[in-house]
């Protein structure tokens, strides 16, 4: 097979994960015994992270990419860009460890160790992207006092008081939990899809 054939073949394939997981963007639901209901879990990282292990980490970050843009021209944005550059941002954090771990071995132990260290980076990203930057931007783009968000978040636990408390017992609980399930599914359905796209 020559190198060009190779390189349309990606391009197809990238093109197919994208599209898929744009579309699985739409179906989302609520954690709301772990977080407030305006974070919402989807399954759009299953076809990226699959199109990583199949096709490298670049490749799963140009599936992310493309399946935000594809967002975007359908549906455009609500939050000035920023929840989807933050959607872009904790994708790549949880498939760049996963994509590098199981390029270096290539085995279910690796594609377990590397979904394993990418959900903890996206936890641990999330972390720090919500405290610092997320909450106080929805906060101030829909007129809405901090100390409100933090209420639903107590309203959940009780031990929330404060910004940090926030992000540590809800939204890292959140992305820890999205990790684990789209891991999961990723491995039940990774044989019968690799079929398709080798």
Request: overall charge positive; charged content about 10%; hydrophobic content about 55%.
């Amino acid at each position: 097979m020559t190198k060009r054939t190779t390189n349309v073949r990606n391009l197809v394939q990238i093109a197919m994960c994208a599209a898929v997981a744009a579309v699985l963007m739409y179906f989302e639901f609520p954690l709301p015994f772990i977080a407030p209901p305006f974070y919402e879990l989807d399954l759009s990282e299953v076809p990226v992270l699959i199109g990583t292990f199949s096709m490298g980490p670049v490749a799963g970050v140009v599936i992310e990419l493309v399946k935000v843009l594809l967002k975007l021209l359908i549906k455009g944005t609500s939050t000035a860009y920023v929840g989807d550059f933050a959607n872009f941002l904790m994708g790549c954090c949880f498939i760049l460890p996963a994509g590098i771990i199981y390029k270096m071995n290539r085995t279910k132990k690796g594609a377990l160790i590397g979904s394993a260290a990418g959900t903890l980076a996206m936890a641990l990203a999330g972390l720090v992207f919500n405290a610092l930057v997320l909450i106080p931007f929805y906060s101030k783009l829909y007129g809405l006092p901090l100390d409100v968000i933090i209420g639903m978040g107590t309203e959940i636990n009780g031990m929330i008081n404060g910004i940090w408390s926030f992000v540590l017992i809800c939204v890292a609980p959140f992305n820890i939990i999205k990790g684990i399930v789209v891991s999961a599914i990723t491995f039940l359905v990774y044989k019968r899809v690799r079929v398709i796209i080798h």
